[in-house]
């Protein structure tokens, strides 16, 4: 599978964004772009600003990586709202594939949080 080609949202969903939110980025609760270890809704399918905005909540996306991930790491937001290697935040998603640096497009399956 080459990175990040296939998205397999099954349960996408429609909001108004609250700021710039970015492709393949996680979104927050509060409906932005998620910062550092943050609990979310799932990952913005367009990129939107204070307009309404696709985000996938369940299946599997393409995430942008925020540094290396390994292959099955699961995964937590860092402040960019990009997918980084959990630590201690909450868990948002599971690494389909690995990521060799921050900037990747990588597979990954959506976990509701």
Same mark, same amino acid.
């Given at each position: 599978?080459?990175?990040?080609?296939?998205?397999? $949202? @099954?349960?996408?969903?429609?909001?108004?964004v609250? *700021?710039?939110?970015?492709?393949?980025?996680?979104?927050?609760?509060?409906?932005? !772009?998620a910062?550092?270890?943050?609990?979310?809704?799932?990952?913005?399918?367009?990129?939107?600003?204070?307009? +309404?905005?696709t985000?996938?909540?369940?299946?599997? @996306?393409?995430?942008e990586? *925020?540094?290396?991930? +390994?292959?099955g790491?699961?995964?937590?937001?860092?402040?960019?709202?990009?997918?980084?290697?959990?630590?201690?935040g909450?868990? @948002?998603?599971?690494?389909?594939?690995?990521? $060799? +640096?921050?900037?990747?497009?990588? !597979?990954?399956i959506?976990i509701?949080?």
């Amino acid at each position: 599978m080459a990175k990040g080609a296939v998205n397999l $949202g @099954v349960c996408p969903i429609t909001l108004v964004v609250v *700021g710039a939110v970015l492709s393949h980025r996680f979104v927050g609760t509060d409906f932005a !772009q998620a910062g550092a270890a943050e609990n979310v809704l799932g990952v913005a399918a367009y990129d939107g600003t204070d307009e +309404a905005t696709t985000i996938d909540t369940l299946g599997v @996306v393409s995430v942008e990586a *925020g540094a290396a991930v +390994a292959a099955g790491a699961l995964i937590e937001t860092d402040a960019s709202g990009r997918g980084i290697t959990r630590t201690a935040g909450p868990i @948002v998603a599971r690494a389909l594939e690995a990521a $060799g +640096a921050a900037g990747d497009l990588i !597979q990954c399956i959506l976990i509701p949080n």
